[in-house]
């Protein structure tokens, strides 16, 4: 199978990666985008294993460079090595379904616009294989090859501040890109949350002031370290270095709802922060899902099934925050399982279990089988508890 022929009656799609010793997922990678790429360009950023050879054997151009702790740094020279008119990102690991990359192509054949970038969905699979519990965020993967587009930040770097001083405006494309099961091996997780906190303190001491970006990176890196204090701490300094109702806020609220879901002894804040939260983003899906389930668990269920009934009809998401795939469908199951525990007779029981345990990280995250139909009481197919706002009175 070869690399797509140039064909210059169609614009040129680049394929970028920036990586070191993958090895082991990169086949899968480049399998997937080798019929629609014109090129593609991978950075080896000081593998000791076969990395080149097998991105090389593949058909990809591989260059080198040495690991500089900045992957701004590495992914603006890819830009600079690259050819195609256009550039889709790719980390190692990731793969695109063959639907999905026809569907990119065809789009930046037909329909891209140079003046916009354009966010995919990246989508990681349920812990346990099931259909509820997998993670999902749109992020900005497909940009045309402009010479004003660089990268900026040691870690999470982004396209934004560039994007913004050309007037480009980001729209979506519904193609998705699927991230390898590794994303919940506590392993794999433990070393890039090393990584990133490195990157994040170098990077920070070159501001003045704190910035919401590295201060997220702290936090999520934290919680998968299991140090719950130093995440609370990073995720609050966030929540304070944020503009008000944005995206980074969101996320700094999701993330100290996963921190006090990580410890028993700190629950009771949880009411507290998500009420503040939902304060802010009433509509939020996840955040009234996290509401209907914390008061679920302490048989609030007539308070619940209202949260969950505001959640189905005027739930709203963010897509550009990590948040659980198909959170509609998800919450009409809360909901209709949470009428069939009020209506059930007799009486719930005076104190039910909690429906699903929450996971630190970037997220609140499902740790639980998918539930049957007919969910039970203590197994609603809910997020890590929490709590609400304006729209529920206590």
Avoid at 104 to 128: C, E, M, N, Q, W
Avoid at 217 to 225: S, V
Avoid at 355 to 368: E, I, N, T, W
Wanted: proline residues 6%.
């Amino acid at each position: 199978m070869k690399i797509a022929s140039p064909n210059r009656s169609r614009p040129r799609l680049s394929v970028a990666m920036v990586v070191r010793n993958e090895e082991g997922v990169l086949a899968e990678s480049i399998e997937s985008v080798r019929s629609i790429a014109d090129e593609m360009i991978l950075l080896d950023t000081g593998s000791t294993d076969k990395t080149a050879t097998a991105a090389w054997r593949l058909g990809a151009t591989v260059a080198k460079m040495a690991w500089q702790h900045d992957f701004a740094a590495a992914r603006n020279r890819c830009l600079d090595l690259l050819t195609g008119d256009w550039v889709l990102w790719l980390d190692a690991g990731e793969r695109l379904a063959a639907e999905a990359a026809m569907l990119l192509r065809t789009f930046v054949d037909r329909s891209a616009d140079a003046g916009k970038a354009y966010r995919l969905t990246v989508a990681i699979p349920p812990a346990d294989g099931g259909e509820i519990g997998g993670e999902e965020i749109a992020q900005i993967r497909l940009v045309p090859a402009q010479a004003g587009l660089r990268f900026s930040g040691r870690v999470r770097e982004t396209l934004q501040p560039a994007l913004e001083a050309q007037g480009m405006k980001i729209e979506a494309v519904a193609a998705r890109i699927l991230r390898h099961p590794r994303q919940h091996d506590q392993a794999w997780k433990t070393l890039k949350a090393d990584r990133n906190l490195t990157l994040a303190a170098l990077e920070a001491a070159d501001h003045a002031v704190p910035v919401p970006r590295l201060l997220l990176t702290e936090g999520e890196a934290y919680c998968t370290l299991g140090m719950f204090d130093q995440a609370r701490h990073a995720y609050l300094a966030a929540l304070d270095a944020a503009p008000p109702a944005s995206t980074a806020m969101l996320e700094a609220y999701y993330g100290l709802l996963g921190c006090y879901a990580g410890d028993p002894f700190l629950a009771h804040h949880q009411l507290r922060v998500c009420v503040e939260a939902l304060g802010v983003f009433p509509t939020d899906t996840q955040l009234l899902l996290t509401l209907g389930n914390y008061l679920y668990t302490r048989n609030h269920v007539e308070t619940a099934v209202k949260a969950f009934d505001t959640a189905v009809r005027f739930g709203r998401v963010n897509p550009e925050v990590w948040h659980l795939g198909d959170l509609g469908k998800l919450a009409e199951m809360c909901l209709n399982a949470a009428l069939g525990l009020r209506d059930a007779s007799p009486p719930a029981q005076p104190a039910l279990k909690p429906p699903v345990a929450g996971l630190p990280g970037r997220m609140l995250r499902l740790d639980h089988p998918a539930p049957s139909k007919e969910a039970s009481p203590g197994h609603l197919p809910l997020p890590s508890d929490a709590l609400s706002s304006h729209t529920i009175s206590l």
